[in-house]
């Protein structure tokens, strides 16, 4: 016997009188599709797609072997292949599917065996019920060829599908081997072909179901507690103490990498945080459980809980969590409102002050705030492009220097610098462009520090330089982040204050513009030379001293330096305006090279 010579008509029986129908000597009854679907999505609904997946592989796996040898005993077959090549006939004839066999390979103790499935009732029912799925989901008719084949062949074949109707795919492929355990596939699809009836899994459903409602009770209890912390205005630290013991792992609430607060249930996770918050070691976070959760208001960041565990987070862990994140987002927010209210309160305060110089009562109210103002000061102006990033970006700054007042006006952050932080400014100023440049890495940030301060109204003069140094810095530079202190700008902070800074980058621009580009063209020296020759009066002996030049080599440059700058140096009004375009252009120079000092 062959296989190709199964006929349908020869296979088939229907007794008129009595309605029995037999198929191959084996009474069948005739089912709708639509009704083996309905049977599928109870199937799924109640089990899970999980278990019905694998109650139904073993289902066919069942069909199959039956029909294998059943086959097998009523015929006499001219070999093992024909009778393998039967299979997919008997699932064609029996309306399941149509099987197209396409390459079948066997040794007496190997098979490889792979195909095409059309018209699958199985993929369409599930495409109707759920759509399409991300993977395949013809199992009936997987199990089915992998019991057929283990019952022919004589030695367990697993079968899967490559392609897949269910999951978009044109057309269905199968494809069978004989089992090897050490491959992770064949494993992962014969652990489904454990038997367990219907009602183990009804069971085991039962038995998850209940475990599920008891940690729902349970996390009902935590939450209670929870929001008894939070009534009896306990610290957010008690709050994070009490859920990390609760779940036996360690907690962090950060912001942008930045520890708020933490309970570490193990001295070494505080080590494993920050090699995984610091150093982004990916390794950390396997070996570690590490988990993450944003905790957000209205859009509001407000940081994330990070849990550090051992073992893998149970479903009691994950409620328990879910539950104390909307307690502790309603903390936070809490707290950020009065922080906010305290910021408004201090920024109001403190501009006007800054205003308002000469106002005694600022000096009696000041310690309100614990700010001295007679002490050593000195106001540090952040410039942020775009300015949207300004609340966030003030955040950050007040969560990483709890100690240093920090408000926001307009576009401007401004930080009040006291004792040690004023005397290291240049240190605290590199540091904070770094933390913005890695955190907000599109924001450009433009830092102006403004003259020293030992009275109010030294520092009202302070956060004036402040802010114009900021301003005259996104002028000079707006692609780049920039740093600048009064000192570097001192000669010609007066005019930045009572100009407009455009109009002077424009004045320097205008009248030594041609000089500066001359020299970058040529190599040459001739803005140095008009500097000395101005620094010293238009005295020439001295002159040619500095630069170690000869009266006749410098009267040579001198001249070109009139003819390019079409000027008459010997003019007092044209050497003072030479002398301001010289200082403005070595400001900027200035506050250039301190910038691609840090960069």
Not at 224 to 242: H, P, Q, R
Not at 272 to 300: C, G, M
Not at 316 to 340: E, N, P, S, Y
Request: charge should be neutral; hydrophobic fraction near 35%.
């Amino acid at each position: 016997m062959k296989a190709h010579q199964l006929r349908f008509d020869n296979l088939i029986d229907i007794n008129h009188r009595s309605g029995i129908i037999t198929f191959n000597q084996e009474r069948m009854t005739l089912v709708s599709v639509k009704a083996l679907g309905i049977l599928r999505q109870d199937l799924v609904n109640t089990l899970g797609m999980e278990r019905a997946k694998g109650f139904l592989m073993r289902y066919g796996w069942t069909w199959g072997k039956k029909d294998g040898e059943s086959i097998a005993s009523k015929y006499s077959w001219s070999n093992k292949k024909e009778l393998i090549l039967a299979g997919p006939s008997l699932h064609t004839l029996e309306g399941v599917v149509t099987a197209n066999p396409e390459v079948l390979e066997i040794s007496h103790d190997s098979l490889y065996f792979r195909g095409h499935w059309y018209n699958s009732y199985e993929a369409e029912e599930h495409v109707k019920h759920y759509g399409y799925s991300d993977e395949t989901v013809c199992w009936t008719l997987v199990g089915y060829a992998s019991g057929y084949l283990t019952s022919t062949f004589g030695r367990d074949v697993v079968v899967y599908e490559d392609t897949c109707v269910g999951k978009g795919d044109s057309h269905c492929t199968y494809v069978a081997n004989t089992v090897d355990k050490n491959k992770e596939k064949h494993k992962k699809y014969m652990r489904y072909y454990k038997a367990e009836s219907l009602i183990t899994e009804l069971d085991r459903a039962y038995h998850e179901l209940r475990q599920v409602n008891q940690n729902i009770t349970e996390t009902d209890k935590v939450q209670d507690e929870l929001i008894n912390l939070f009534l009896e205005d306990k610290e957010l630290s008690d709050t994070i103490a009490y859920v990390a013991n609760i779940i036996n792992k360690s907690i962090v609430i950060d912001y942008y990498n930045k520890m708020i607060e933490s309970y570490f249930i193990h001295k070494k996770d505080e080590l494993v945080y920050h090699q995984w918050a610091e150093k982004s070691l990916y390794s950390a976070e396997q070996q570690n459980d590490i988990s993450t959760f944003p905790i957000r208001a209205h859009n509001l960041n407000l940081g994330r809980m990070v849990v550090i565990g051992h073992e893998k987070m149970t479903q009691k862990d994950q409620l328990t969590i879910k539950r104390a994140l909307g307690i502790l987002t309603i903390q936070m927010f809490h707290q950020w409102k009065i922080t906010r209210s305290l910021w408004k309160k201090k920024e109001e305060f403190f501009e006007e002050m800054l205003l308002n110089p000469n106002n005694e009562q600022f000096e009696k109210r000041s310690h309100l705030f614990n700010f001295h103002p007679s002490a050593f000061n000195r106001i540090l102006s952040i410039k942020i492009v775009p300015s949207e990033k300004c609340q966030p970006i003030l955040q950050l700054l007040n969560t990483t220097y709890p100690d240093i007042d920090i408000f926001s006006k307009k576009n401007y952050i401004i930080l009040i610098l006291s004792k040690s932080s004023a005397k290291h400014m240049d240190r605290i100023t590199e540091d904070i462009l770094e933390l913005l440049q890695e955190k907000f890495p599109r924001v450009r940030a433009y830092l102006g520090a403004g003259r020293e301060a030992t009275n109010l109204p030294s520092l009202a003069k302070s956060y004036q330089d402040a802010c114009k140094i900021s301003d005259f810095l996104h002028i000079t530079e707006p692609t780049v982040s920039r740093i600048a202190f009064f000192e570097d700008l001192e000669p010609i902070m007066m005019f930045l204050k009572g100009t407009d800074p455009e109009e002077l980058i424009e004045f320097y621009q205008k009248t030594i513009g041609v000089l500066v580009k001359y020299d970058r063209e040529n190599n040459s020296n001739f803005l140095m030379t008009l500097k000395s020759y101005l620094d010293h009066n238009g005295n020439l002996q001295q002159t040619a001293n500095h630069l170690h030049l000869s009266i006749a080599g410098l009267r040579y440059r001198i001249d070109r330096i009139e003819t390019l700058c079409q000027t008459d140096l010997k003019s007092g009004a044209e050497r003072f305006k030479f002398q301001l375009a010289i200082q403005i252009y070595f400001a900027i120079r200035l506050t250039d090279h301190s910038s691609q000092q840090i960069m």
